[in-house]
């Protein structure tokens, strides 16, 4: 599905690290790095926050995305 929505890459790039975690094949990396799974459970779902946006804006508003909106879900300002 992935592959055929043109987001192979994003999936690849967050299953990749998580898939480890959540099978439980890398516990020795989970327990030394603590910070790991919470900062990349917030990763997805910004990421997934964000997609979800692009698309309803697309799809059901027929119209792009702003900068703006994807800082209000990532949490950021940027200069401009």
Do not use: C
Not at 13 to 39: C, E, F, K, M, Y
């Amino acid at each position: 599905m992935a592959k055929e929505s043109g987001l192979e890459k994003l999936y690849d790039l967050i299953w990749g690290v998580i898939s480890l975690l959540a099978h439980g094949n890398d516990t020795t990396s989970l327990a030394q790095q603590s910070g790991l799974l919470p900062a990349s459970v917030e990763a997805v779902r910004t990421i997934l926050a964000s997609i979800h946006l692009i698309v309803h804006n697309r799809v059901r508003e027929h119209r792009p995305t702003v900068a703006n909106e994807i800082e209000a879900i990532l949490n950021v300002t940027t200069f401009r």
